[in-house]
């Protein structure tokens, strides 16, 4: 199994349990694009005049290294992508055993 499919299965059962252990009055889904109207709702505030602010910009490299780095799903990612890898690498090296044993008897 692929560590992006890993990882998309860890989010979506993630989600499920936090659905499943939170009672529906006090679970907000919230998507950024909604804008603030859904959350200030549900929380009973009222809606700023301004844009969201947001640090989390592309490349944020401060956002990356004090959040994203340090959770459980980006180590399972690179767990999953070096095991990947070191199949990978063994099944070249296998096969290029082969090829030598198939050219030595070859040449014989």
């Not at 979506?12 to 109207?37: A, F, Q, R, T």
């Not at 947001?54 to 401060?62: F, P, R, Y």
């Not at 990356?64 to 459980?72: C, D, E, F, K, P």
């Amino acid at each position: 199994m692929s560590s992006r499919f890993t990882f998309i299965l860890s989010f979506i059962k993630h989600n499920l349990y936090v659905k499943s252990v939170v009672p529906k009055e006090d679970l907000l889904i919230w998507n950024l694009k909604d804008g603030w109207e859904p959350l200030c709702t549900f929380l009973g505030k009222e809606i700023p005049a301004g844009p969201i602010p947001h640090d989390n910009k592309t490349g944020d490299v401060e956002f990356l290294r004090n959040y994203a780095y340090r959770t459980n799903i980006y180590a399972l990612g690179i767990r999953n992508l070096v095991k990947n890898l070191l199949i990978i690498l063994a099944k070249v090296l296998f096969g290029l055993y082969l090829l030598n044993c198939f050219l030595k008897k070859r040449a014989d």
